[in-house]
């Protein structure tokens, strides 16, 4: 395997109108130790952008454009931006977001890097999983990586998909603060609020009883951290084509001995909510009851998304298997849909 992560930290900048933000290049700096200390990435996995590179859109767009084809079938594409973000709706394509580089100007938007070569780059790339983590303002407005079109390579492939995590949730907010969080840890204080958040969560792990962080789990873990934060942090947003929030993507560095297994749900929309986190681990639980395995996939089947389907096939699969006594399978069966058919 060969996933790659690329981080672009844009802090200093060649306009003073713009401003330049410590924070950005702080926590530019401290994805790179996070993420090269990942068992499951690595040094040789991780790299941060030069602040040549990051003088010019060309510069950005040739390293991104080398790690993405660095990428295979079978490895994940990271690419983390942090910097400013700029939005001009009187420009013929309204709904994109710009990214700062150094040589950017306020009021030029022609200085700036438009989000869509970004987009365009990354979904050509041959990696199964490509992630962008947006650090900037305007971020609620980045749409989900698919665009338009079908992506050649994962689209209706199982555990493929895309994934946008922002510090924004509602695209009607512009302002992502960047000045640091004074209850984060010292070595994040220095960094903009959501990535400071989001790095402790990485670095620190979750009490998940598991030893990989899924896309849900850094989700779940990263709105709760600023959630509860005293200081008050806007809420962060996380979109999803066709990729699954179960999919591993970071390592759980919570020691083993700190972590703790959630209650089993007793509604099957909470076991939905818990499977679609984390697919593996709870589904044992769950097949110890066929009453509440076909309440569940009654459930999964009524809703419309694909991952709710998708997911719903893949508990039957297992039930099918699963339930091999003859009474034991009637059970489950009763619970499900009358329309659903048993799988062959």
């Not at 993405?68 to 977001?97: C, E, F, I, N, R």
């Not at 769950?286 to 089947?301: A, I, N, W, Y």
């Amino acid at each position: 395997m060969a996933s790659r992560a690329l981080v672009i930290g844009a802090g200093k900048y060649a306009d003073q109108e713009i401003g330049s933000w410590d924070e950005i290049t702080e926590s530019a700096r401290r994805y790179l130790e996070v993420l090269s200390s990942d068992a499951m990435w690595g040094p040789g996995a991780c790299r941060i952008l030069t602040d040549e590179e990051l003088q010019t859109a060309d510069g950005v767009m040739t390293a991104l454009q080398d790690t993405a084809d660095a990428t295979g079938p079978d490895d994940t594409l990271l690419v983390v931006y942090v910097g400013h973000g700029k939005y001009w709706s009187d420009l013929p394509v309204s709904d994109q977001v710009h990214f700062a580089v150094g040589s950017s100007y306020k009021d030029r938007p022609w200085t700036w890097l438009s989000s869509w070569y970004v987009y365009r780059v990354m979904r050509k790339a041959d990696a199964r999983l490509k992630v962008l983590i947006a650090d900037c303002c305007f971020s609620g407005r980045l749409p989900h990586l698919g665009g338009e079109s079908v992506l050649p390579g994962i689209l209706g492939e199982r555990d493929q998909g895309t994934c946008v995590f922002t510090a924004l949730k509602d695209e009607r907010e512009s302002y992502a603060p960047a000045a640091g969080c004074t209850k984060l840890p010292t070595r994040f204080a220095g960094c903009t609020p959501f990535s400071g958040h989001l790095l402790k969560v990485l670095e620190q792990g979750t009490r998940d009883d598991t030893d990989q962080l899924t896309i849900g789990h850094l989700r779940e873990a990263v709105r709760t951290e600023m959630e509860r934060c005293p200081t008050g942090h806007k809420a962060p947003r996380m979109s999803l084509n066709n990729a699954r929030e179960s999919t591993p993507l970071f390592t759980n560095r919570m020691d083993e001995g700190e972590r703790r297994a959630r209650p089993a749900p007793v509604e099957p929309a909470e076991w939905a909510r818990l499977l679609k986190v984390d697919r593996l681990s709870p589904l044992a639980d769950l097949l110890k009851d066929e009453h509440m395995t076909g309440d569940v996939v009654r459930h999964l089947s009524s809703l419309t998304d694909p991952e709710s389907q998708d997911l719903a096939a893949d508990i039957d699969a297992k039930a099918n298997e699963f339930f091999v006594e003859p009474d034991t399978f009637a059970r489950y069966w009763s619970h499900v849909e009358p329309t659903r058919s048993p799988q062959a």
